[in-house]
Nanobody
Framework: QVQVVESGGGLVQAGGSLRLSCAAV????????VDWYRQAPGKQRELVAS???????LYSESAKGRFIISRDNAKNTVYLNMSSLKPEDTAVYYC??????????WGQGTQVTVSS
């Protein structure tokens, strides 16, 4: 049973911005860190950003200075604001908690395509 729903992806030109949303089914984010991952064609899924329940954040080197992760605990939703997008950011973006990831329970993801 899918527990998260990602949305907000699309086609954007290099240098543009997108805001991704990750909505939880129920309160599965409560008390948990939430992570954004991405998977480009032919590559392994990689961690992009992470946020604790209290709002502490962590970013990959490629995301630092360009992406901002945030969460609205009242809405059980986590966001990823992406700016200064590059063609190498093209990927399917997923969000998850460690609990669900360990059980291989993933949402459908949202496609981000950055054109040069």
């Amino acid at each position: 049973q899918v527990q998260v729903v990602e949305s907000g992806g699309g086609l954007v030109q290099a240098g543009g911005s997108l805001r991704l949303s990750c909505a939880a089914v129920g309160r599965i984010f409560s008390g948990s860190n939430v992570d954004w991952y991405r998977q480009a064609p032919g590559k392994q899924r990689e961690l992009v950003a992470s946020i604790t329940e209290l709002g502490a954040t962590l970013y990959s080197e490629s995301a630092k200075g360009r992406f901002i992760i945030s969460r609205d605990n009242a809405k059980n939703t986590v966001y990823l604001n992406m700016s200064s997008l590059k063609p190498e950011d093209t990927a399917v973006y997923y969000c998850n908690t460690a609990f669900l990831a360990l059980r291989n329970n993933w949402g459908q993801g949202t496609q981000v395509t950055v054109s040069s």
